[in-house]
């Protein structure tokens, strides 16, 4: 019922800058928390940054100070600047929406994009 397409994956060279979006759409009431997640080869996935309704935001300490997570609320968007990147960013970033649906009674929802690829080359 709700979907997540992102946008703005690709290879960049070190120190260089990305920037991804992800648009939600469907039967969307509200929207709690948006956030970037990422998954590396052979790891597990890992928070990037989250930005909830309330406007408090959190990061990965390995991104602290180079990513900056931003949301367009009217558009159901949520942005992430990528600055100074390097190769150990290299990673495929998923998108994560979490709010309600419209419905009776409202249902919550947790949706995630189909991810897009970040290459940092040295």
């Known amino acids: 019922q709700v979907q997540l397409v992102e946008s703005g994956g690709g290879l960049v060279q070190a120190g260089g800058s990305l920037r991804l979006s992800c648009a939600a759409s469907?039967?969307?009431?509200?929207?709690?928390?948006m956030g970037w997640y990422r998954q590396a080869p052979g790891k597990q996935r890992e928070l990037v940054a989250t930005s909830t309704d309330g406007g408090s935001t959190n990061y990965a300490d390995s991104v602290k100070g180079r990513f900056a997570i931003s949301r367009d609320n009217v558009k159901n968007t949520v942005y992430l600047q990528m600055n100074s990147l390097k190769p150990e960013d290299t990673a495929v970033y998923y998108c994560?929406?979490?709010?309600?649906?419209?419905?009776?009674?409202?249902?919550?929802?947790?949706?995630w994009g189909q991810g897009t690829q970040v290459t940092v080359s040295s």
């Open positions: 469907g039967s969307i009431f509200s929207i709690n928390a």
């Open positions: 994560n929406v979490r709010g309600r649906l419209w419905s009776t009674p409202l249902r919550p929802f947790d949706s």
